[in-house]
């Protein structure tokens, strides 16, 4: 079974404007993904990152909707936080913010893929050469999907 790591602006692709193609399409292989999880093709993994980054939102119902996933997803963090800020400090060093270099930090921890939408973080993650596969959903899905 394959670990994945969803980044939080992957998992709010839905309050996205949906009558942009890409995002609708995102969207789409975001829930095919969850939908993956949920029968057991695919773990999915959360770190603390996750909690603080989506505790932030400001709409309410927008939060308590992604508090709500976060739960449903496995809470496992079998992760040495010592290490995850160190390698979180290299990352900002090499450019990532900091938000970022945290999750990717815990992300090369804990799973084999990271999930996200953000073209600026996919370019950075790829010039940095991670321990960790980084891949926009609608690439993962046109991998890994039969």
């Known amino acids: 079974m394959k670990t994945l790591y969803l980044d939080v602006c992957f998992l709010c692709r839905p309050f996205d404007d ?4 890409r995002i609708r399409l995102e ?4 829930f095919l993904i969850l939908k993956r999880i949920e029968t057991g093709r695919y773990r999915a993994v ?3 990152v ?9 709409e309410t119902s927008e939060r308590l909707e992604m508090e709500s ?6 809470n496992s963090c079998d992760t040495d936080f010592n290490q995850a800020r160190h390698r979180a400090e290299a990352l900002v060093d090499m450019g990532f913010g900091i938000a970022d270099a945290a999750h990717v930090a815990f992300a090369e921890q804990m ?24 891949v926009s959903p609608l690439e993962f899905i046109a991998k890994e999907e039969p």
């Open 50 to 58: 996750h909690y603080k980054e989506v505790g932030a939102i400001r």
């Open 18 to 21: 949906q009558n942009q193609l």
């Open 69 to 74: 996933l976060l739960s449903r997803l496995d």
């Open 46 to 48: 959360i770190s603390p």
């Open 111 to 134: 799973a084999e893929f990271f999930i996200t939408c953000d073209d600026k973080l996919l370019k950075r993650c790829a010039q940095a050469g991670l321990r960790i596969a980084s």
């Open 27 to 30: 969207t789409d292989a975001m």
